[in-house]
């Protein structure tokens, strides 16, 4: 489940770089797409903010992931000591 995170990240901050590699180009190469640079640098801004968040996510549930996994684990080890004490 984190992998999948960690793509989605991947992919809004190179959209991000695009976009602000867009604010940088003048209006003459871009016919038809908005010249205006503020709104490619806020486009860049949210892109990254929300690739961020998503690679943030994809840490913490890769963590969970990783709690829950070693504590079956040790519930597991502990059931098997009983049963051998018994």
């Known amino acids: 489940m984190s992998r ?3 793509i989605l990240a991947a992919t809004l901050v190179l959209f991000a770089l695009i ?3 867009m604010a940088l180009i003048p209006s003459s190469f871009q016919p038809g797409l908005p010249a205006n640079g503020s709104l490619w ?7 990254l903010l929300l690739g961020l968040v998503s690679g943030l996510t994809g840490v913490m549930s890769h963590l969970f992931e990783q ?12 059931r098997r000591k009983r049963r051998e004490d018994s």
Do not use: C, K
């Not at 640098?41 to 892109?47: E, F, H, N, P, S």
């Not at 709690?67 to 502990?78: C, F, I, M």
């Open 4 to 6: 999948n995170f960690y």
């Open 19 to 21: 976009s602000a590699g």
């Open 67 to 78: 709690v829950d996994r070693r504590n079956e684990q040790a519930r597991r080890l502990a």
């Open 41 to 47: 640098r806020t486009v860049a801004l949210i892109l």
